[in-house]
């Protein structure tokens, strides 16, 4: 099981925090990732972190302000997000994968319910 947490509203240029914490499995096991969707649109990619860490990847649109991370021995994932824009509002959605990455969202084997994060201009 996965929980995210950590979002909210804020205005374009601050900062947010995603957390993402698992239970009931070996979460340094599996791949991260996040995605985001807002509605009437496909739920996309924002980024994925390898099981130990060692590895990540962005979308083009995030690259240079959110920073994926984790803490294995706390079993969570963060998701840094830095100068927000009103184009990043959306459900954010952590997911975890057996395969060593993942980077389109059939890839992913457990999602957590998602967090609302709000920018406004």
């Known amino acids: 099981q996965l929980q995210a947490s950590g979002g909210g509203l804020v205005q374009a240029g601050d900062s947010l925090r995603l957390s993402c914490t698992a239970s009931?499995?070996?979460?340094?096991?599996?791949?991260m990732g996040w995605f985001r969707q807002v509605p009437g649109k496909e739920r996309e990619f924002v980024a994925a972190?390898?099981?130990?860490?060692?590895?990540?990847y962005y979308a083009d649109s995030v690259k240079g302000r959110f920073t994926i991370s984790r803490d294995n021995a706390k079993n969570t994932g963060y998701l840094q997000m830095n100068s927000l824009k009103p184009e990043d509002t959306a459900v954010y959605y952590c997911a975890a994968t057996r395969r060593a990455m993942g980077l389109t969202r059939v890839e992913y084997d457990y999602w957590g319910q998602g967090t609302l994060v709000t920018v406004s201009s």
């Open positions: 972190i390898y099981w130990s860490g060692g590895s990540t």
């Open positions: 009931g499995r070996t979460f340094s096991m599996y791949a």
